[in-house]
């Protein structure tokens, strides 16, 4: 089965200390090493924080959207409730500059 493109939000959970920045969340180093190894694995495409919002996008590669919420679910943020997957939707690409 070929991968496809998937659009993910997430959004603190109650666990979230809103008078800490990012990096100064409970487990951050746990978490950053999750994230990175999906990085580094082309499971994430692109991620960060939006800067209007609390949310984070993510932009993903996977088979199914079931896929993404396993995988995501294994972050540690997820269980301790720091972070909830709150969207996942399949992106069809029409337009991408990379494939130049």
Known sequence: MSNSTFVVIR??????????PMRAQADWDNHA???DDLAARGFILLGG???????ILLIVEAGTEQQVCETLQRDPWEPA???ITDSVRHWTILLDSRKR
């Open 11 to 20: 959004r603190p959970g109650p666990a979230w200390n809103d008078s800490h």
């Open 33 to 35: 090493q999750f994230m």
């Open 49 to 55: 924080p939006l800067t209007d919002s609390r949310d």
């Open 81 to 83: 409730g720091l972070l």
